[in-house]
């Protein structure tokens, strides 16, 4: 029978954090030139996990999320009060975008 290696923490966070940067786009290679335009300096929206806040819910349909950064609102989100329907009014959540469109919210 083979033997199992056992890896350890910090590989596995490491590689984890490599997959999800690759996975929202966030990886790049440093110091690398192309002619392509760098895709964080372009706008395509936001992308990254935001701080937010449950704004209002519409007619029980949309819910109204304002993005924000630094404490400044910055963004607002408008979701399906079906795809998220534990959220209050005035609730404080997390938003993962992805140029500009929501992923999850929790």
């Known amino acids: 029978m083979a033997e199992r290696t056992q890896i350890g923490r910090r590989t596995a966070l490491t590689t984890l954090g490599a997959a999800a940067a690759t996975a929202t786009g966030l990886a790049g290679a440093a110091g690398a030139t192309t002619d392509e ?3 964080a300096s372009r706008d395509d929206g936001l992308t990254g996990v935001y701080d937010g806040t449950v704004d209002r ?3 029980g349909e949309h819910v109204v999320v304002l993005i924000e950064e630094g404490g ?3 963004d607002q989100q408008v979701v399906s009060a079906d795809e ?3 959220l209050d009014e005035g609730e404080a959540v997390t938003v ?3 140029r500009g ?4 919210i929790w």
């Open 96 to 98: 993962f975008l992805y």
């Open 37 to 39: 335009p760098d895709p």
């Open 84 to 86: 998220y329907p534990g």
């Open 57 to 59: 819910i519409v007619d």
């Open 101 to 104: 469109e929501v992923l999850v």
């Open 72 to 74: 400044a609102v910055i």
